[in-house]
């Protein structure tokens, strides 16, 4: 699926599908009263019918209408003209999308971007670039005969000509979002056989051997056990695959600036381990390496994008399984920070290796840390899929973040930290445990990763919810946070608002 931008007026326009939004109130677009004019009151005339009512999510298709040069006039309902929100905007693209994807069609002209809305023209290109790839994303890596969609190319349109360089740039930024979290998408869908560790390790390679700006080195197992990372190799143990770290570096600005560090869980899958998993509870578990994916795809976005910044990305690599090998229920082991851990439930993996990522992420000097994890079931009973859970220990930066996933329409909901927290995660018998007891689930594992986040400003998000939707019946992976995190970085690289 390819986006592009044009300047034009709808009526002349030689397409298969012309898409203009309309109002409630027998309210018209610009580009729909134009197409209204030169059909001799054609659309008006149905809206006064009422066969569209112009509320989002309603839409309403016209075959060959008389004067219109081309085949289709897809009208989409926008809300109210003096109200219009950015979610009626969206839902309005989203809408479009579904309808031409059904349609059969290979290529539509949208106007939608063209209505007026308090957002500039750069945003509602963005986002209608970033959502046409989102709603088109197949997978279909595994299909004997592969379901290809027709719809190859929408054109997003401006009337005012002057204003064709915004349209274009908010179109690239939001190529560049639906394409790093695509990349995330399709590894987060491939299953455990086929992306184990070293497959995503390797997939970390190739990207830095695609875009000259990235860089990357992969710690095996050995390295591992020499940098005393107990808690990562804890959790591997049990595994055919041993664990990895995997470094990857995208180079943007200056050497003298410090970089932005994230740190991803990349469980390629989670059985529990010892503490193991009821059946049910176990599927989908291959996308518990979704934190990593995103913090691949983030930085594949900002190599697309060039931006002028540093990001390392730390893949904390490990495959949780059960058996003779691994690790018991009681066991204490030894972090790389030298604090030791009690682990009393082998399902509470992703903090156990994030632990010695945090730590290791120190070595960067970096300006922030942002761990992304599928943490906990309990942030996915907090928030659903709506919202992911971010903690942070720097307001400054966590304000950042709520904003950047607001501006992208993928949210975060900042949750508590404390002293209170903490303390249940006391040990009898070691430094700490690595579970907080039946209540907080989501916050005590933020606390257990809070206290190897020691020497810079940290964030983490407990994306267990938000990095997969509901399809049908089916969970399907959904990118996020890449749109959240590709926006923060855009924030870090203008002149306003970089501190924290
Ligand atoms: N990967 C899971 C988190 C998860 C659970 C995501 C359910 C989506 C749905 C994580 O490793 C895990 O198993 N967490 C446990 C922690 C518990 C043992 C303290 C959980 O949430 O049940
Ligand atoms: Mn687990
Ligand atoms: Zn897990």
Known sequence: MDNGVKHGVPEK?????IVVAVYTDKKL?????????????????IQKRGDIKGNSEEALLLQDVPGIAADRILLVGCGTEKSTKQSDYISAVKTSISYLKKLNISEAASFLTDIELPETLAWRSQHAAKIALEETYQFQDFKSKPDTLRLKKITWYTSDKKKLSDLEYGCNLGEAIGIGSSFARDLGNTPGNVCHPSYLAGMAKSLAKEYQDISCSVLNEKQITALNMGALLSVAQGSQHPPLLASLEYKGAGAKQKPIVLVGKGITFDTGGNSLKPAGSMVGMKYDMCGSAAVLGT???????????????????AENMPGGTATRPDDIVTSMSGKTIEILNTDAEGRLVLADALTYAARFKPKAVIDIATLTGAAVVALGTHKSALYSNCDELAKQLLEAGT????????????????????????????IGGGFAGSITAACFLEKF????????????????KEKGVDKQVSGRPVPLLVQFLIYQCMSDGQEF
């Not at 326009?13 to 599908?17: E, F, G, H, N, V």
């Not at 930085?299 to 690599?317: C, F, Q, S, T």
């Open 299 to 317: 930085i594949k976005a900002v190599a697309e994008l060039g931006l002028p910044v540093n990001v390392i990305g730390i893949l904390a690599i």
């Open 13 to 17: 326009l030689k397409t298969a599908c």
């Open 29 to 45: 677009s610009g580009a729909a009263k134009s197409l209204d004019k030169a059909s001799a009151g054609y659309l008006s005339k």
């Open 407 to 434: 501006e992208m329409d993928d949210q975060a909901w900042r949750m508590p930290l404390g002293e209170k927290y903490h303390k249940q995660l006391d040990s009898d018998v070691a430094d700490m445990k690595n």
């Open 453 to 468: 986040a020691t020497d810079y400003k940290w964030a983490h998000l407990d994306i267990a919810g938000t990095a997969s």
